[in-house]
């Protein structure tokens, strides 16, 4: 029974759903970087080289055997190399592009947090402790200001 609970907490939080958004997202984020590298940064790349298309590299461990009649009789076994360097490109791109996004909120974060800056709307918990914050430091001058006096 802990187990549902546990489960039922976690879904009605906001997590799961947080979460399947998330998912959802970078599922199609994937797609998009995928087209990006192969339809986009791959066809000059490949032309810079002469033509070279990554995908096709490889290196052959055993040739196809074939008969007389064009029946496979045994497949070509080889480690393909230029798939893994594609997957690597991909991966270096979707890093970047997250890290950008990621610069990007932590922008607004900050602007969102500083409540000198009236462009931006500053989140209620962070305007409550910055009224708690001046209500102390104020309290505090006036602490100072009678123990001097004594």
Known sequence: MGFFKEFKEFAVKG???????????GASFNKVIDVLVKKVLMPPLSLMSD???LEDKKI?????NIDTSG??????VAIQYGALLE???????????VFLVVKAMNRLRDKSHD??????????DIELLTNLNE????Q????????NSK
């Not at 029946?71 to 070509?76: D, F, H, I, M, S």
């Not at 209500?135 to 104020?138: A, G, R, S, T, V």
Request: a positive charge; proline letters at 2%.
């Open 87 to 97: 997957a690597f490109i991909d991966f270096l791109v979707i890093g970047i592009t």
């Open 140 to 147: 505090n001058k006036l602490l100072k200001t009678k123990t």
């Open 71 to 76: 029946t496979v009789l045994a497949e070509e």
């Open 15 to 25: 997590n799961m759903m947080d979460m399947a958004i998330g998912i959802i997202i």
């Open 115 to 124: 409540t000198k800056n009236k462009t931006v709307k500053t989140p209620k």
């Open 135 to 138: 209500l102390m430091q104020e």
């Open 60 to 64: 052959i461990l055993r040739e196809s």
């Open 51 to 53: 033509g070279i298309n």
